[in-house]
């Protein structure tokens, strides 16, 4: 078990679920992306750059995809609660795994 997945198991089976999935979702669009635990989350990187992270709350789950991964898709994240280069996904909402989908094929293409 490498560190994301013991980071992963840390949290309630229903918030595990939307994390398992969010990093799948990753993995999918990036599958030769390097994970860690970064600033205290999942990180993903290519060419050792970060790519995107990823990190469970106790009501939300929050997406890091800067610096332009944000900026890029700015409209469709106003629907949700954003910080300096972070939105959240409310865990009693759906999560939005196309547009996380979306964000890290932009953010592999434009690292």
Not at 85 to 98: A, H, R
Request: glycine content about 6%.
């Amino acid at each position: 078990m490498n560190q994301v997945e013991i980071y992963i198991k840390s949290f309630p089976a229903e918030v595990q679920q939307k994390l398992l999935e969010i990093r799948k979702t990753i993995l999918s669009v990036a599958p030769d992306a390097e994970e860690k635990i970064s600033y205290g989350m999942p990180g993903f990187y290519l060419n050792n750059k970060p790519l995107v992270y990823f990190a469970g709350y106790k009501h939300h789950i929050g997406f890091y995809a800067t610096p332009n991964g944000h900026q890029e898709f700015a409209k469709e994240l106003l629907v949700y609660k954003q910080g300096k280069g972070s939105v959240q996904f409310p865990l009693n909402k759906e999560i939005p795994f196309d547009l996380i989908r979306r964000i890290v094929e932009f953010r592999k293409e434009n690292q």
